[in-house]
């Protein structure tokens, strides 16, 4: 303990731990503990079974791969929100129809009908099984009361506002958010899904009554 006050107050090794902190933010490393599994970010404590998964597909994935490192699966960056929903920087929590047995039920329960904030994704490459999930917002109010009990730690993402920078969108003006995460896909046959929905409704959006 002496020896770390010692440290501290001598203020020897600053520059060394900024250095440190700044190779992180340049890395985007934003939890501990964070791994990097040739060249992919794995961040939160992961379980030995999650890890070695990653290790055996990377070593696999290498095999045919051009640039060990660098060459890590695939980087993708999407624009994140259409132009049809002008003003929209970051999602929104809404509530769910509760007009038939899924309203009895939760009103039986006592409990509400809201869905956190979340991104829906679809992640589909040649020779890896397609990945369908969702990726929620951290500070939504109902985080820990998802109605559908879809959240999980792994799928809380990390939205970072960008106050007094450029978004990428050139539509989105003034703040705006990025959201980092990283998708580690099985081995196996890419199969697209039928979309449950295949057309657009027609008419007024109807509208759903919060419970409380
Ligand atoms: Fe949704």
């Known amino acids: 303990m002496d020896q770390l006050s010692k440290c501290i107050d001598s ?6 731990v900024n250095q ?22 794995v961040g939160g404590a992961s379980s030995w079974n999650d890890l070695k998964f ?13 640039n060990a490192g660098e060459d ?6 999407l624009p994140g929100f259409a132009p049809s929903q002008p003003g929209s920087v970051k999602p929104a929590g809404y509530p769910i129809p509760v007009d038939g047995p899924t309203g009895e039920l939760l009103r039986a329960q006592g409990r509400h009908n809201m869905r956190p904030a979340h991104l829906h994704f679809l992640a589909s490459k040649d020779g890896l099984k397609t ?19 879809g959240v ?28 980092r995460h990283d998708f580690v896909m099985e081995p196996g046959a890419s199969k697209l899904p039928r979309a449950p929905i ?11 009554p919060h419970l409380a």
Do not use: M
Not at 20 to 41: A, D, E, H, K
């Open 11 to 16: 203020r020897e090794t600053e520059s060394e």
């Open 20 to 41: 440190s902190i700044q190779l992180g933010q340049s890395l985007t490393v934003n939890q501990t503990p964070t791994l990097f599994i040739n060249g992919r970010s």
């Open 54 to 66: 990653v290790i055996d597909y990377e070593i696999e994935y290498q095999k045919t791969a051009k």
């Open 72 to 77: 890590c699966g695939c980087d993708v960056r």
């Open 131 to 149: 990945l369908i999930s969702q990726i929620y917002v951290a500070d939504d109010k109902f985080i820990d009361s998802d109605v559908q009990f």
């Open 152 to 179: 999980t730690r792994h799928l809380i993402g990390d939205y970072v506002l960008h106050e007094n920078e450029k978004a990428p969108a050139p539509d989105v003006k003034g703040p705006w958010y990025s959201l």
């Open 198 to 208: 295949s057309g657009k409704a027609q008419g007024e959006r109807p509208k759903i």
